[in-house]
């Protein structure tokens, strides 16, 4: 067996997961140096662990644990999962594989310490020694399991493998392939979700709470924790913990948590940063399932701050505990069984159904006075902070499931896992509306790009689109935030974008009309039977019309008979009332109006939103309590939530779409011919040859124009008197982005001498800017002629790993910058989205006489495109600029293409 190589050490493959039972464990690889520790860790086994482990109760000594410890991290791989204990951290679990010999076949194995039997750990590894074992080329895993053993085979069956077995001598001999199926994944995530949410019981609905540095000094954080959790009448028991005090709001006070003499579930953390620490310790070594970290003075403040931190995590992960925060404001919770207000927030909102995570404390504060002010229910409220550990992600998961939840808010200012976000989120938001605001998307400090794609595919146009794919409702301010959240809090979801409009007056009509106009939303014409219908309510001569204006004369029986009527149409998705004061009418009666057929547009399943001019909130008499009606002080701010709320709507019914398999790629040569180009060139990032783009592009059947490399002027002549005229010569060179800005590319030419004058002239040019030694050659082509230019192109981004990009091509892309990004893998949705989501996609429709673009051959383009950025990660920035679409069934060109690879 191949000894461990320090060097080797794959950190990537460090890992912190839930257990089933919400605490959490480091999963790590062995090293050679944990040698006493496995030592220690066999000692504590019972011999009937042992047994079932090893099939006999064996005499395991140093050599032993040598030769256990020793893996090369490929043929041979173990993970330990390590726990804090006596402030020292001890092994208490172990799965390994070893290959077998010219197989693609491992033997699997796991042993557990009786104390952590039963948590979940088993199945942790299997997860991830799968996941290993396929990134090193395993296909299988195959284990000895003694009949008796049936925990084992149940890890097994119930993973969702497909497992087969066979007894022979009281031993199941078991064998499953371990590709990630969709089953697989399906109960992978399930049992994510289920640990997650039993992870967050603690916090969220504690029996017992201790503040740690709660304070008698008035104005204080601790103070002022302690207080909130008092007045809100939590239905727990709170423990104050003060070294220096015997009392606090009369409630005795404890010098440390050792002292409780009750279980804690929840310790609110507000002392100085250089103590969080030892605290810390001293809640896991208590039994505390959960901290909040008030305290600042950590990665906000630079690396000492960040070094404390990551010292906070780690102490946190050994005792198994979670975290909020630090530098956070704290949780929420509204329902009456618990009153949880641990936040230093004097307001403790309504109990309702809107969820709000914030990333930011301070923003915080005033997220909950204007939500209160609004009358917006909250069921939970969170402040993540720094998000030590738990995130956005966890929060998730726990509204996606709670009851109390209906509408999820979420300030955010940077994402730590996009794409576990995005896995999320995509879910969730099928059963339960998102609405995000995105802070921090400025583009000042972005990474120069090395491609028009890098240059375009902004993190704020990638962020875009994850929201987009997700299913999110993105908005750009926080007053937007809650008026969306007004709507979708109270209201169901419009199904689809026609909207009535009624008031009583005619300018507040024409501004919502323009406003519906602007923002996509239809005004449908009433149809002769509703206007008869209308006539024998409206006594009056007036127009009835869309937007249907009743006058300043309006009484509360012509708007509660239109309303009705209207929500009695099926022509319209939803109806926006606007009351416009002072008219001879009494508000109330209005009110009043909306109010009694409020019930009935529930019971339709009709959006009602309402607009009484410079007035803002929630209307108490609109309604009933819990099913409001929202009112906006101004029509545009009503119209705006509206379509917001309808574009969710239009996601919903989106279909979700599948990743076509594509046949007849030739994946294998492919990696050979970047394996190759990388081993040729030490220059790294590499931009492939001209050749090395056309050969890999041939692998996946993207089409390219014929490219030939030329030395010399004459070779140039004649490979355009072979290829054929009319014909384009570029200058061909490795770190030149932009060719036409030094005069490298010359079009239309037609003869032999004008391709040799073409040649030298670029030559010259690039002698003037002293920059000749960049020259490699020029490309011939045969120009192609017609179709449209677009670009097509990939980027990697750092946090969003690939992104694709579509859009105008040409000189003028980056000026015009009419591209649209999705986040990698597409779906064939997702191509047919990419094409025609571009501002100028109706070229495609076929323009003043020219024929309709083979748009289908671009969204086969793009999802080939995808199946090729799938299978080399080493593309790290790809451009096609331009990719020439012809007309309908003749496919397109890829005429020029840059492919940079690391």
């Known amino acids: 067996m191949a000894e461990a190589d ?41 011999d009937r662990t042992k047994y079932l482990r090893f099939h006999s109760v064996p005499k395991l000594g140093r050599e032993d644990a040598v030769r256990f410890c020793s893996v090369d991290y490929d043929n041979a791989f173990a993970f330990v999962a390590e726990v804090l204990r006596d402030r020292r951290r001890d092994i208490v679990a172990i799965g390994r594989y070893y290959r077998i010999p010219y197989k693609s076949s491992a033997e699997v194995s796991f042993v557990i310490e009786d104390a952590y039997q039963r948590k979940g750990i088993g199945t942790k590894f299997m997860e991830w020694l799968a996941n290993v074992a396929r990134d090193n ?30 007894l022979e001598e009281n031993e199941y001999r078991v064998t499953f392939p371990i590709a990630r199926t969709k089953l697989v994944t399906q109960k992978e995530e399930a049992r994510e979700r289920t640990a997650t ?16 540095g709660a304070s008698r000094e008035a104005g204080t954080i601790g103070q002022l924790l302690f207080r909130c959790i008092m007045q809100n009448r939590f ?106 207000n641990a936040t230093f927030s004097r307001i403790f909102p309504p109990q309702g159904n809107v969820a709000f995570l914030s990333q930011s404390g301070a923003l915080g504060l005033s997220i909950l006075e204007y939500a209160n002010n609004l009358n917006i229910g909250i069921s939970t409220f969170i402040s993540v902070g720094n998000r030590a550990d738990i995130s956005s992600n966890d929060m998730l998961q726990y509204w996606e499931q709670d009851e109390a939840t209906a509408v999820i808010l979420l300030y955010l200012e940077s994402f730590g896992n996009p794409r576990k976000f995005a896995r999320i989120a995509r879910r969730v938001s099928g059963t339960k509306p998102i609405v995000a605001v995105k802070g921090g998307s400025s583009i000042v400090g972005s990474r120069a790009a090395l491609s028009h794609t890098g240059a375009m595919a902004t993190p704020q146009i990638a962020s875009d689109a994850l929201f987009h794919q997700a299913g999110i409702i993105r908005v750009n301010a926080l007053e937007e935030l809650f008026n969306v959240a007004t709507l979708l809090s109270n209201q169901p979801v419009p199904r689809g974008r026609r909207v009535a409009i009624v008031t009583n007056g005619g300018g507040p009509g024409i501004i919502a009309a323009d406003a519906c106009e602007h923002y996509g939303l239809a005004l449908p014409e009433l149809s002769p039977d509703v206007i008869k219908t209308l006539r024998s309510v409206v006594k009056r001569d007036i127009m009835l019309r869309n937007p249907l204006d009743l006058t300043a004369a309006a009484t509360e029986e012509d708007f509660k008979g239109v309303l009705k009527i209207l929500a009695n149409d099926n022509s319209f998705d939803a109806i926006f009332t606007i009351f416009m004061p002072p008219t001879i009418v009494d508000p109330k009666e209005t009110e009043d109006a909306i109010r009694q057929v409020a019930p009935f547009f529930q019971r339709k399943k009709k959006t009602l939103l309402a607009c009484f001019m410079g007035q803002r909130g929630f209307k108490t008499k609109l309604g009933t309590s819990g099913k409001f009606v929202p009112c906006y002080p101004f029509p545009e701010e009503a119209v705006s939530a509206l379509a917001k709320a309808a574009e969710y709507s239009d996601w919903l019914k989106r279909p ?55 030395k010399t002027p004459a070779e140039a002549a004649a490979t355009a008197s072979r290829l054929g005229f009319p014909t384009a010569v570029k200058l061909a060179s490795s770190t030149i982005v932009h060719k036409t800005d030094v005069g490298g590319v010359s079009l ?40 449209i230019e677009v670009i097509v192109g990939v ?106 690879v690391k």
Request: glycine share 8%; net charge negative; with cysteine.
């Open 6 to 46: 320090d060097t080797a050490y794959p950190v990537r493959y460090e890992t912190e997961v839930l257990l089933k039972d919400g605490s959490r464990i480091l999963l790590r690889p062995i090293k050679r140096d944990d040698v006493e520790r496995w030592l220690d860790f066999i000692s504590r086994l019972s």
């Open 137 to 166: 080329g395993i296909t299988t895993f195959e284990a000895s399991v003694l009949a008796e053993n049936m925990v084992m085979m149940n890890v097994f069956k119930d993973y969702g493998f497909h497992v087969t077995s066979e």
């Open 197 to 212: 949410v039993t992870s967050l019981r603690s916090l969220l609905y504690p029996r017992s709470v201790a503040v740690i």
């Open 235 to 340: 239905s727990g028991v709170v423990y104050p913990i003060n070294p220096n005090a015997e009392a606090i709001m009369s409630v005795k006070a404890y010098p440390s948590v050792f002292d409780v003499p009750g279980d804690i579930d929840l310790a609110l953390i507000a002392v100085p940063a250089s103590l969080v620490v030892k605290v810390t310790d001293e809640c896991g070594r208590k039994g505390v399932h959960g901290i909040v970290v008030i305290s600042d003075g950590f990665k906000e403040r630079g690396g000492e701050g960040a070094q404390r931190e990551q010292e906070l995590r780690d102490i946190a992960l050994g005792h198994g505990m979670r975290i909020v925060g630090p530098n956070c404001m704290g949780v929420i919770n509204t329902d009456p069984g618990i009153n949880l």
């Open 656 to 710: 979700k779409g599948s990743i076509p398999k594509i046949r007849g790629l030739k994946r294998e040569k492919a990696q050979n011919l970047i394996d190759s180009a990388l081993t040729s060139s030490p220059v790294r990032p590499l931009w492939l040859s001209a050749q090395g783009i056309a050969d890999l592009l041939d692998c996946y059947g993207i089409r390219i124009t014929e490219t030939v490399v030329a």
């Open 748 to 787: 239309g030419l037609t003869s032999e001498k004008e391709v040799e004058n073409a040649f030298i002239d670029m030559k010259a040019r690039l002698i003037e800017m002293g920059r000749q030694a960049e020259m490699e050659g020029v490309t011939v082509q045969r120009m192609v002629q017609g179709g």
């Open 795 to 900: 980027t990697q981004d750092p946090s969003f790993g690939p992104i694709i990009m579509f859009g105008l091509g040409g000189v003028y892309a980056e000026l015009m910058k009419d591209v649209a990004v999705r986040l990698h893998p597409l779906t064939n949705v997702d191509a047919q989205e990419l094409v025609g989501s571009i501002k100028m996609a109706k070229l495609f429709e076929g323009f003043r006489g020219a024929p309709p673009s083979d748009t289908q051959s671009l969204e086969d383009l793009l999802l080939r495109l995808s199946a090729l950025i799938e299978d080399i990660p080493q593309i790290a920035e790809l451009d096609f600029n331009p990719v020439k679409v012809m007309e309908r069934g003749k496919g397109y060109w890829v005429v020029d293409a840059r492919i940079m």
